[in-house]
């Protein structure tokens, strides 16, 4: 009996081995086989409204390419994908704010859903997402407020009135014609959301974009389980913190260290600055700063990107005017390095124009990439890193759809 015992002991483990090995074996094949998509985002025309394409690539865009064939639409300046969704603050269909969500059926790329906000103030649709079932939103109809929603079925689900934490100063200063709360940066990092509030000078199209009353930007606290407000922060002197559009203007280091681009007073720049929160703490890190005004005169930060104590930001080479600042090729890249703030050009890669709503550095792949337009040199699309950071080489150029302002890798 116990021989018989240990043969159907043996024999039983056996048959678990073999149908485990297979489990296993199925499962990875679903992984490697998983059938992908790299979709490339271009604007075919530097106007407000930004129309332009999004194509889908079977494959690794190589050579010339062209995303013509793709969807076109507006609001095509950029977006903020989120895992396996392409999300935008601007609709396809006549450049609407709010959350777009588009969708790639069969190589095919068209609008999913919409969540529209006021379309009337600027920063309408800022959102954040903490998960697939929790998120939260700017809307200019209430500006005291931040909206939550279910970002799986991109629907409203409640808000956060957050009117006395606006109100705890300013309200005896007659200067102060508008305030909101998350209008330009909302971020969560260690179940915190962070929320900045605007104290505006004006009150007409533009208000809440370089009219700060006060030369610190205060940024709200609030613990994301409760809903409950936890204290204010504050940026100090530098006037504007980020510009409000599909790029957001602050990156997550690879230990949680969160950088943040602070614009400064005016739209071609005065008191920008790159600042910190890091990865334990709730507060600014006052021992680290970088002022674009140490750097150069007449310019500002305008994307950051942070990777391994590594920072990839552009440095504008010429006094920024309401001309060139856009679409002149004035910008170059460089890497900072995060514990000395020593500053290196990356090498071979071309001046470039302002990526604006894009992202100008993002990772595919476990690649590092530039977004790199250049018209005059015929150059638009991406370069590639090399592992220390230090050069790049060009990896692809689209010649057809504009200019380059995203791509992003969709699992089907």
């Given at each position: 009996m116990k021989k018989n015992y240990?043969?159907?002991?043996a024999v039983g483990c056996m048959v678990a081995a073999i149908l485990s090995g297979c489990k296993d074996k199925k499962k990875d094949d679903v992984i490697d086989n998983k059938p992908v998509k790299y979709v490339v985002m271009t604007m075919s025309q530097n106007v407000l409204t930004k129309p332009g394409y999004v194509a889908a690539f079977d494959?690794?865009?190589?050579?010339?390419?062209?995303?013509?064939?793709?969807?076109?639409?507006?609001?095509?300046?950029?977006?903020?994908?989120?895992?396996?969704?392409?999300?935008?603050?601007?609709?396809?269909t006549n450049n609407e704010m709010g959350i777009e969500r588009l969708k790639i059926s069969n190589g095919s790329?068209?609008?999913?859903?919409?969540?529209?906000?006021?379309?009337?103030?600027?920063?309408?649709?800022?959102f954040v997402i903490v998960n697939e079932t929790l998120g939260f939103y700017w809307d200019g109809a209430s500006p005291l407020k931040i909206q939550?929603?279910?970002p799986t079925s991109l629907s409203r689900t409640g808000e956060l009135d957050l009117a006395s934490v606006v109100n705890q100063r300013g309200t005896d200063e007659s200067s102060i014609l508008y305030r909101s709360i998350g209008q330009k940066f909302l971020a969560v990092k260690g179940g915190k959301l962070f929320a900045n509030i605007t104290y505006a000078k004006t009150n007409g199209a533009q208000k809440g974009f370089f009219d700060d009353f006060y030369p610190d930007v205060y940024i709200a606290v609030i613990d994301i389980a409760t809903g409950?407000?936890?204290?204010?922060?504050?940026?100090?002197?530098?006037?504007?913190?980020?510009?409000?559009?599909?790029?957001?203007m602050y990156s997550f280091d690879s230990n949680g260290d969160l950088y943040i681009v602070t614009q400064g007073r005016s739209s071609i720049g005065g008191k920008s600055k790159l600042v910190r929160i890091k990865a334990s703490e709730t507060d600014i890190d006052k021992s680290w700063e970088i002022k674009m005004d140490d750097i150069t005169t007449g310019?500002?930060?305008?994307?950051?990107?942070?990777?391994?104590?590594?920072?990839i930001t552009l440095i504008p080479t010429e006094a920024l005017t309401g001309s060139n600042i856009n679409f002149s090729e004035i910008w170059e890249y460089y890497v900072i390095d995060a514990a000395t703030k020593s500053r290196t050009k990356i090498a071979n890669v071309p001046k470039v124009t302002n990526p604006g709503?894009?992202?100008?550095?993002?990772?595919?792949?476990?690649?590092?990439?530039l977004r790199v337009n250049a018209p005059t040199a015929n150059l638009n699309g991406y370069y590639q890193l090399n592992n220390d950071f230090t050069s790049a080489s060009a990896l692809f150029n689209v010649t057809g759809g504009g200019s380059i302002s995203g791509l992003y890798k969709i699992e089907l």
């Open positions: 240990i043969k159907v002991f494959e690794f865009p190589t050579g010339n390419i062209s995303t013509t064939g793709g969807l076109q639409g507006t609001g095509m300046g950029g977006w903020r994908p989120y895992k396996n969704w392409l999300l935008k603050m601007f609709n396809s790329i068209a609008v999913d859903q919409f969540l529209k906000t006021d379309n009337t103030t600027n920063g309408s649709g800022n939550k929603f279910n409950n407000y936890e204290k204010t922060i504050k940026i100090e002197d530098t006037g504007s913190i980020t510009y409000i559009n599909d790029n957001n310019g500002k930060f305008v994307t950051v990107y942070a990777q391994n104590g590594k920072i709503a894009a992202f100008g550095v993002i990772k595919i792949d476990n690649k590092v990439l």
